[in-house]
């Protein structure tokens, strides 16, 4: 299952139609848009070398310096394609319709990119933190060849799952252990001795690097189609904080138990979908678990920018989680934690979870 799944995620692709913005049109009639198929686990800035000769013809004189937009709304281009899309898409849209710029780079948004040496050095940055947070080092990365770290990213490029694995297999970043699968492999065998059963009782202990994008909105919503737009990323907060598992017999780290550890200041008593929602009462906020000093630094920010979006929002809070996306999937959150981390981690070994909240506006007793 964990191959078959992996490779439904590396063919997975988002249906683009994307657009020259108006004022970098110099040709009549403007040219039609581009419909492009966008690996989820791929980078905007990476179909410049599709997107740029299409539209070349109409593009006025200069610098070209690729950058995409949707509905207003500057794109970050370190962030996996799949993960705008389930981010900014809450009813997904097919195909999904960005303009794409040539001139005029937002650099009070974005920060720089030069294209795609700026993607493999931000995905490399990436995999380095997830393998310090797994392993308490990233020497193996930092270490490896350079004809290693060229197949490693050609492969992302090109969507190769099996040349990754032959070489992320070096960098020793394992899997999570799943007692569940286990045991099931092990119920199909008979006779077999107790040796491989001899974790029973035991506590087995796994960090995961998680990526958390935490979207707080006021007003309720019953469909996804009205769910409101996202038109700042000010409304978006962005959070790396790892997930401490601890497994014991008879015990399933669940999904939920993830997100309660991730953000104990605000999950802890929330209601799983489609559950009525309790009435949290004030508590004391649990000090972030001691990072290195960058990770800690950006858990910290993504939290006080969270603890501002709770605070200018009500008194006492009735919160309710609206939406859990992982790989473009909306899973039940009682699914066993270490089977999404085992499927639907992306190659940088980051987990990314999109999770919006509803916290009604003025809510007092």
Known sequence: MHMEAQKYLWEGAIPLQIHLHESEVTTLPPPPPALILAPRMGYLPLLSALVKPYFSSALPPGVDTVWFEYKGLPLKWYIPTGVLFDLLCAEPERPWTLTVHFRGYPGNVLIPCEGEDSVKWSFINSLKEAAYIINGNSKNVMNMSQSDQLELWNSVMSGNLEAYLRVSSKLKLGTVEDEYTIKMNLSTKSGQGTGETDMAGQVKTGRIPVRLYVWIVNEDFHDLEDAPKIDSWDKISFINRPV???????????????????LPEFFSDLPLIGEESPKLEDEDKTKIPSEDASSNRSAEEGVENLCEHMESSCTTTIAEIKLVRIQGIEPKLEIPFSWVVNNLMNPEHFLHICICIKVPAGNTI
Not at 244 to 262: M, P, Q, S
């Open 244 to 262: 401490e598992i601890h497994t014991e017999e008879g015990k399933c780290f669940t999904l939920h138990d993830a997100l309660k550890g991730l």
